[in-house]
């Protein structure tokens, strides 16, 4: 039935009925039942975060995958920034519509449909069926490797497969307390970055740590360090019993040395726990000035010394844009660019596209060859606007800023 509302319980059953490779075709027949929908494909990002991969449905030979496509200044790239349907002629007499496939602020790809005639109604559906397609991806890809293979537009090492691995498989997250986005910029030679969050009821848990050496080394010291955090984490530790773990692990492991930050953000509050294990400082947006946080430095985690790490306190504020990098972010060719004022002139945007900026401009100075990896995490602390508000943390318990 054209026009017809999307039956997503049926929609849903088709896709868990289909094998897992075939999420496309099942929103494309679906589309194509109820839409008259002619060409239907779905273009994904790259592990990179440059180029779009376009998956067609099968047996659709109006959308060739062809080459990746280069996302800057792409129309693709306009959808994915504004997060807004984009609507066009198609040049055959019908409407070429473009619809961003995001999931809880992850921006997972876009979905591409070719329509003879598109009303209100129809626009609908199509964004209807992106939602769904935006869950049935994040389901499907546990089962296949498809995904994965087509996000890797070039070569990739195995110390950079490692590295990918550690990472969560959402770069960005919406909740209604904060939003956050990351984004990894490996090096020539891979430098072992990574990042890490992960949300409970009551608590936001971030992390950012840098292993110390490069290529498969420093991507097993990764793995190593990921590994005992998430354990301690997944074990109910706060972040100074986290490093503590931590930094056992690589002590007993005689494994080497690595910089941390690990923070602990309490929903309700706003009340932020650091630990800071020899790792580049983060820096503030607050009332439209960019400062660095005055913590304590501790020793970074396996250095074989009596090491005592210190629990730190940060009072988040609505509004407040929190900034955690790596040193690739700061070393060489990337030191010319002035981070504060990157930081500043993107406070009105999205972090996904903060995140996309910074990475951009350091990318940029290096002339597209870091010698070490590039990494930063951006929180925007919201409150909890969904609930009323209770009694604040006493300011003089804070450490850090106040």
């Given at each position: 039935?054209?026009?017809?509302?999307?039956?997503?319980?049926?929609?849903?059953?088709?896709?868990?009925?289909?094998?897992?490779?075939?999420?496309?075709?099942?929103?494309?027949?679906?589309?194509?039942?109820?839409?008259?929908?002619?060409?239907?494909?779905?273009?994904?990002?790259?592990?990179?975060?440059?180029?779009?991969v376009?998956?067609?449905?099968?047996?659709?030979?109006?959308?060739?995958?062809?080459?990746?496509?280069?996302?800057?200044g792409?129309?693709?790239?306009?959808?994915?920034?504004?997060?807004?349907?984009?609507?066009?002629?198609?040049?055959?007499?019908?409407?070429?519509?473009?619809?961003?496939?995001?999931?809880?602020?992850?921006?997972?790809?876009?979905?591409?449909?070719?329509?003879?005639?598109?009303?209100?109604?129809?626009?609908?559906?199509?964004?209807?069926?992106?939602?769904?397609?935006?869950?049935?991806?994040?389901t499907?890809?546990?089962?296949?490797?498809?995904?994965?293979q087509?996000?890797?537009?070039?070569?990739?090492?195995?110390?950079?497969?490692?590295?990918?691995?550690?990472?969560?498989?959402?770069?960005?997250?919406?909740?209604?307390?904060?939003?956050?986005?990351?984004?990894?910029v490996?090096?020539?030679?891979?430098?072992?970055?990574?990042?890490?969050?992960?949300?409970?009821?009551?608590?936001?848990?971030?992390?950012?740590t840098?292993?110390?050496?490069?290529?498969?080394?420093?991507?097993?010291?990764?793995?190593?360090?990921?590994?005992?955090?998430?354990?301690?984490?997944?074990?109910?530790?706060?972040?100074?019993?986290?490093?503590?773990?931590?930094?056992?692990?690589?002590?007993?492991?005689?494994?080497?040395?690595?910089?941390?930050?690990?923070?602990?953000?309490?929903?309700?509050?706003?009340?932020?726990?650091?630990?800071?294990?020899?790792?580049?400082?983060?820096?503030?947006?607050?009332?439209?000035?960019?400062?660095?946080?005055?913590?304590?430095?501790?020793?970074?985690?396996?250095?074989?010394?009596?090491?005592?790490?210190?629990?730190?306190?940060?009072?988040?504020?609505?509004?407040?844009?929190?900034?955690l990098?790596?040193?690739?972010?700061?070393?060489?060719?990337?030191?010319?660019?002035?981070?504060?004022?990157?930081?500043?002139?993107?406070?009105?945007?999205?972090?996904?596209?903060?995140?996309?900026?910074?990475?951009?401009?350091?990318?940029?100075?290096?002339?597209?060859?870091?010698?070490?990896?590039?990494?930063?995490?951006?929180?925007?602390?919201?409150?909890?606007?969904?609930?009323?508000?209770?009694?604040?943390?006493d300011?003089?318990?804070?450490?850090?800023?106040?």
């Amino acid at each position: 039935m054209k026009g017809g509302d999307l039956e997503l319980g049926e929609l849903l059953a088709a896709a868990e009925a289909a094998p897992p490779g075939e999420s496309v075709e099942v929103v494309a027949h679906d589309l194509q039942k109820r839409l008259g929908a002619e060409a239907v494909s779905f273009l994904f990002v790259d592990l990179v975060g440059q180029r779009l991969v376009r998956l067609a449905a099968t047996g659709d030979t109006a959308a060739d995958p062809g080459e990746p496509i280069d996302l800057q200044g792409s129309v693709y790239d306009s959808v994915l920034q504004s997060q807004r349907q984009n609507v066009e002629p198609d040049g055959q007499g019908g409407r070429r519509v473009i619809t961003p496939v995001t999931n809880r602020g992850d921006c997972i790809g876009v979905l591409e449909v070719s329509l003879q005639s598109a009303d209100d109604t129809v626009l609908r559906q199509v964004r209807h069926a992106a939602h769904a397609l935006a869950y049935i991806i994040v389901t499907d890809r546990r089962f296949t490797d498809l995904y994965h293979q087509g996000r890797r537009t070039t070569e990739t090492s195995l110390a950079a497969e490692i590295q990918h691995q550690l990472l969560p498989s959402a770069s960005c997250c919406e909740a209604d307390q904060f939003t956050l986005a990351a984004g990894l910029v490996p090096a020539d030679d891979i430098g072992g970055d990574t990042y890490d969050y992960t949300l409970d009821r009551d608590t936001l848990h971030l992390s950012i740590t840098d292993a110390m050496g490069h290529d498969t080394n420093s991507a097993l010291l990764a793995s190593l360090l990921v590994g005992a955090l998430r354990r301690a984490r997944r074990s109910g530790c706060d972040a100074l019993k986290q490093a503590r773990h931590a930094h056992e692990a690589l002590l007993s492991h005689s494994r080497g040395l690595a910089t941390g930050q690990l923070l602990c953000v309490d929903l309700a509050t706003g009340l932020c726990e650091l630990v800071n294990a020899g790792h580049p400082r983060p820096l503030l947006l607050r009332d439209n000035a960019v400062e660095e946080v005055r913590l304590a430095v501790n020793l970074p985690f396996g250095v074989a010394a009596p090491t005592t790490y210190r629990l730190q306190k940060l009072l988040l504020r609505p509004g407040d844009r929190l900034v955690l990098l790596t040193d690739g972010m700061q070393e060489r060719g990337a030191a010319a660019v002035d981070l504060a004022s990157v930081i500043h002139d993107t406070r009105a945007l999205h972090p996904r596209e903060a995140v996309r900026t910074l990475t951009a401009a350091v990318l940029d100075a290096c002339h597209g060859n870091l010698k070490d990896d590039a990494t930063v995490l951006i929180l925007d602390w919201h409150s909890n606007r969904s609930r009323p508000a209770g009694p604040s943390p006493d300011p003089a318990a804070m450490m850090a800023y106040s």
